[in-house]
Structures are given as C-alpha cells and as structure tokens.
C-alpha cells in the first residue's frame, strides 16, 4: 500500500492537528508493549467505555489483541509517526464469531485525538477487512449513554437492532462491497 508504511491497510493520512502521518495498520505480536502502554493513557472514562467497565489486566487484553493465530480475529492500529517515531493514538479490534455468523468489534481513539476522523477512518478499513474475509454483517454493543459510540456507528452506517436492553444498544451494518471497487 505505502513504500513509507510498510503494512499500512488503508492510504497513511495527514491529519492536519497531529503534524505527523497517521498509519492504519494490523496489529502484529511485537505491539503488545505498546498497546498496552497505549490503553494505559487512555483516561479512565475512555478505558471503561472501551472494555465496558474497570480493567486492570491491560497488558494481558494488550496481549490478546495482538494474536495473530486466526484470521478473522485482528487488531488494527492508527498509529502516528513523528520525526521516525511510532505512537499508537487508535486501535480497532475485531472478531468474527461463528455461531452468529457475524463480526463484533471494540474500538477507541486516545482521548487527544478523539473527534478528528480517525474513529470512522478505522471503522471503515476494518469493514474492508471484514468484507475482504467474505463476512457479510457486523455488530456491537454499547452502552446508551456512549453518545460518541453511537453517533460514530450512525454515521459508518450501522442501525439499532432493537436487541439491547435499558442499558446498552446493540448496533449492525450489513457489509457491502462499495460498488467500482474491487
Ligand atoms: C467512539 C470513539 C472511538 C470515536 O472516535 P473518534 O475518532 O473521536 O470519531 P470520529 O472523529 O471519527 O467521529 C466520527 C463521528 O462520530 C460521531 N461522534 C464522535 N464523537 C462524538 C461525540 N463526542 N458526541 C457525539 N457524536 C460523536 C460524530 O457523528 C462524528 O462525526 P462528525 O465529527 O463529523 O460530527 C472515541 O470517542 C472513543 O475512543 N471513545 C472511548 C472508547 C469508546 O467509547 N469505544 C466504544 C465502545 S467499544
């Protein structure tokens, strides 16, 4: 994809706030250290919306995130080069259930750099992943009060199932393949 971005998924952007390339890309076992340091800043607030409650096993979740020994399980991660230095500001993880026969994922974006487009970019290369992978539907939870959840699934196009209860909303967008691409 990018000579500069070995492994990028999607394009490197310039996000104009950031003064530095940003790099969607997967997640490979060499990251765990750094995923967890990235989950470590993540404020509080946006750490028990990310895993929905108090998690204090970061590095194992950091670690899970990264395994690499199934394909329809994968961790993307936005992560900002400056001045040669790599810091991850994003990550998407996604898994593809069986059972159900769809994708569920969790994502988040560091709190610095929330509401910058970086949520939806993410959202959009793991659904071409997804899709890639031939899954057809993907799905999550949030909770209600998760405004910026909900509004950020709104906008990648995903509808209320009407499944959650008084507590959560569970949310799914049929995958499509965007019609001219390949
Ligand atoms: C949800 C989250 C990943 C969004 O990431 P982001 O990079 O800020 O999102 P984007 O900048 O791409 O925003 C895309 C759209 O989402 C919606 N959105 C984002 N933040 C919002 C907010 N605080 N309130 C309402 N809508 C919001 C808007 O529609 C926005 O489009 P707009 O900026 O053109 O209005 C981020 O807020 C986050 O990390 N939250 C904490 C973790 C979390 O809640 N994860 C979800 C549960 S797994």
């Not at 194992?60 to 992560?79: G, K, N, P, Q």
Request: charged share 25%; proline share 2%; aromatic share 6%.
């Amino acid at each position: 994809m990018s000579q500069l971005f070995p492994g990028a998924v999607v394009e490197p952007v310039e996000l104009a706030a950031t003064k530095g390339m940003v790099c969607i890309r997967t997640a490979g076992q060499s990251d765990a250290e750094s995923l967890s340091v990235y989950f470590t800043g993540l404020s509080t607030t946006s750490r028990n919306k990310r895993f929905s409650g108090a998690r204090t096993d970061l590095s194992v979740v950091a670690a899970e995130c990264v395994e690499s020994d199934r394909l329809d399980h994968f961790t993307l991660l936005a992560e900002l080069r400056q001045e040669g230095q790599g810091r991850i500001i994003g990550e998407a993880r996604y898994a593809y259930d069986e059972a159900v026969r769809h994708g569920e994922f969790a994502i988040s974006v560091a709190d610095a750099f929330q509401r910058m487009g970086l949520g939806l970019q993410m959202m959009t290369a793991m659904e071409t992943r997804a899709i890639d992978l031939g899954h057809e539907m993907i799905a999550a939870e949030t909770a209600r009060t998760n405004a910026e959840m909900r509004g950020l699934a709104k906008k990648a196009g995903f509808r209320d199932t009407g499944l959650g209860d008084w507590q959560s909303v569970h949310l799914a967008k049929r995958l499509s393949r965007q019609p001219g691409l390949p």
